[in-house]
């Protein structure tokens, strides 16, 4: 009994030790922390977490939660209005429980584009 034991343990850690996550994040957290330190960070931040979306797309692998609408609001901040629009609606395409957010969002930057017009 004491064996049967110490062999489930061993298979629980082990299948423990292999879990790699729900969703592939990369550098993310430390990126952006790099980014709060350093502000003047942000154009390499976004140039780093674009080419990690891109890559999971191509890879066909889910891309986790939010990320498209933080590259919204990179863009966004950038004064690049078209691609913020872009990435928003990816987000609310990808994570439909992210859509009243992103409808806001995208609201608030085609009003913003409409006023910019006028």
């Known amino acids: ?5 110490v062999v489930a343990l061993a298979l629980l850690l082990c299948a423990c030790a292999n879990n790699k996550g729900l969703y592939q ?3 993310y957290d430390k990126s952006l922390y790099n ?16 080419t990690h979306v891109n890559t999971l797309e191509q890879h066909k692998a889910t891309v986790p939660p ?6 919204g609001t ?6 690049d209005r078209a ?26 930057v085609s ?3 409409e ?3 006028q």
């Open 83 to 108: 691609s913020a629009l872009r990435w928003y609606d990816k987000e609310r395409s990808a994570w439909p429980e992210s859509k009243y957010l992103m409808d806001t969002m995208i609201a608030a």
């Open 25 to 27: 994040w990369g550098e």
């Open 111 to 113: 009003k913003s584009n």
């Open 35 to 50: 980014l709060y330190e350093k502000p003047d960070t942000a154009e390499a931040f976004r140039t780093k977490l674009e």
């Open 74 to 79: 990179l863009y966004l901040q950038k004064g």
């Open 66 to 71: 939010g990320l498209y609408a933080e590259l």
């Open 1 to 5: 009994m004491r064996r049967i034991a």
């Open 115 to 117: 006023e910019k017009t």
